[in-house]
């Protein structure tokens, strides 16, 4: 895994005329590139907590102005600080977190007294000197430009299940911009069997504009939301806010099912996530840890993904544009992976400390590219399957994992399992949630961005997006559990459209902007 580090956070002095007072802290991350095809790049936003103990978002003081476009944008009173690299920062318009980027070349990046300007005034703080705690966070993330882009399988109906494609026959579907789509069984138009009611309802239906295509540009992060991420998200809500995203029953001073996130005892299906069994009193907001931290976070909610999505200040994505993300403008192949092939090759287990995100995934020869097969899937124990597929462990593994060895003569695109931008772990590991274009609610999102805060009940509220129950969601991508290469297809459905209020051992979590 690529790693991130944001250290030495710092208040400077107050301008009060302004109301605003400068963040500053410093930043490293691993091979982080600009090309011809795009950049990666660090969104930082910033929490405080006051004397009454409860974290807020802070509101950076000035926008860019200017759509994202690799130049550097940086506002007043904001700086990329003294680094290694050439940077550019961009602000959008939602002020509440900030985008750095290299502006050419690749490598590893270090800048120190990297700032961002904090409008406090604005968020209800009299004087900076209030504030008892900040912390500023990030998140590795992708950028996807605006362009053309193919949905669905050139073989259309004999593709994989309920994939998308051009009606009655004509292969993958071009998306060309962000105007209304038709799903209709007419020449022409975008369709997908119903093979099941994971797919959609009942055609015709028009996706409307206002739904994300993948043709207009977005940021996708770069890797699924981390046990590390998700604790440090835990740690800044209250405590009934914690519980809304936990699955144990954390009320009470003792909590003897302390892995939260499967209301367990004990490890289940390697969710690390966990607090102490006693001392957590009944009012405090509980601490939690994690002894995985890189392992991706799994046994998640939609209800999960949305408050994460809108703590950060980000949105969910659309399954459309989790298909740009992996695909990009290039056309579609039959049956292909995230990384443009069905080329495959599974991890059996790993050498070094598992969940650090410095182990090495095993076999040492052949291609070792994804996640999957591990357990028995809940379909085939229904069929009577009794030995699982892949014994040596059953559960996700961590962020990025298959790209910290690289195998001679594999090319770096298929030996990380990345995808055309370089996203990874798009198939296998853990179900990708998005929004889906099957459903009435799924095709009312807006991709409006969350403003840092929850309610009281620890849930997103964001205008148009799907609510907690999960109507309007479902997910792509496959998973460890995933029998066969099969349901690592990009263009695969089967359970596009599958909505889910509770946890899915099986699901992840990752946003985007």
């Given at each position: 895994?690529?790693?991130l580090?944001?250290?030495?956070t710092l ?12 963040i500053?802290f ?5 091979e ?7 950049c990666?790049?660090?969104?930082v936003?910033a ?10 978002h ?9 759509e ?10 904001c ?12 602000v ?8 750095i ?35 500023v966070?990030?998140l ?16 259309g ?15 993958a ?45 977005f940021?996708l ?11 440090d ?7 009934k806010?914690?519980?809304?995203r ?7 001073d ?14 289940y299906l390697?969710?690390s ?51 740009k ?17 069905a ?12 969940g ?40 996700p ?26 996203i990874l772990?798009?198939s ?29 009940d620890?849930?997103a509220?964001?205008?148009n997006?799907?609510?907690k ?23 695969l ?6 909505a ?14």
């Open positions: 895994m690529a790693r580090k944001i250290t030495n208040l400077g002095s107050t301008s009060t005329a302004s109301g605003t007072v400068p500053s410093d930043i490293t991350w691993e982080a590139w600009r090309n011809e095809t795009n990666d790049g660090i969104w936003f929490k405080f907590k006051t004397g009454d103990g409860i974290w807020q802070a509101t950076i003081a000035e926008a860019s102005g200017c994202f476009n690799y130049c550097d944008h940086t506002p007043s009173g700086s990329c600080g003294i680094a290694n690299a050439p940077l550019a920062m961009w959008p318009e939602t002020r509440k977190g900030a985008f980027t290299r502006t050419q070349g690749e490598g590893d990046v270090s800048s120190t007294d990297v700032k961002i300007s904090w409008a406090y005034s604005a968020d209800g703080v009299t004087v900076p000197s209030d504030v008892v705690d900040i912390r966070f990030g590795e993330m992708v950028y996807v430009p605006e362009e053309k882009h193919y949905v669905g399988d050139p073989k109906t004999n593709g994989p299940l309920n994939c998308l494609y051009t009606y009655p026959d004509g292969g579907y071009l998306i060309e911009s962000e105007a209304p789509i038709s799903v209709d069984a007419k020449p022409g138009c975008l369709y997908c069997d119903q093979d099941n009611d994971r797919s959609r309802d009942e055609t015709p239906f028009v996706i409307p504009d206002t739904f994300p295509k993948g043709y207009a540009a940021w992060m770069k890797y699924g939301v981390s046990s590390q991420q998700y604790v998200f835990l740690n800044t809500l209250t405590r806010q914690q519980q809304g936990v699955l144990s029953d954390i009320s009470g003792d909590i003897p099912n302390y892995h939260v996130m499967t209301n367990t005892a004990e490890e390697r969710q996530i966990v607090c102490q069994k006693q001392g957590n009193r009944t009012q405090e907001p509980v601490q939690f840890f994690t002894y995985a931290p890189a392992r991706a976070c799994n046994a998640i909610s939609w209800g999960d993904v949305a408050a994460f999505a809108a703590w950060a200040a980000l949105r969910p994505i659309t399954e459309l544009e989790f298909e993300a992996c695909r990009g403008p290039l056309l579609a192949v039959a049956s292909e992976c995230a990384w443009g092939s080329e495959i090759g599974r991890a059996d287990t790993f050498d070094g400390p598992d650090s995100g410095y182990e090495r995934p095993l076999p040492a020869t052949g291609l070792v590219n994804c996640c999957y097969g591990g357990g028995i899937a809940p379909f085939r124990a229904a069929a009577g399957q009794t030995e699982p597929e892949n014994p040596g462990f059953e559960g593994v961590s962020c990025g994992v298959f790209s910290n060895y690289r195998r001679p003569g594999i090319p770096k695109r298929l030996n990380d399992g990345a995808s055309y931008y370089g772990e798009l296998g590991n853990l179900w990708e949630p998005c929004v889906t274009l099957g459903h009435p609610a799924g095709r009312a999102f807006l991709p409006n961005h969350g403003d840092g805060m929850l309610n009281e620890g849930d509220f964001v205008q997006w799907p609510d129950s999960g109507a309007g969601t479902g997910v792509r991508g496959g998973v460890w559990r995933s029998p066969d290469e099969n349901y690592l297809m990009v263009a459905r089967f359970a596009a459209n599958h889910k209020s509770t946890e899915r051992y099986n699901g992840g979590c990752r946003v985007g902007f």
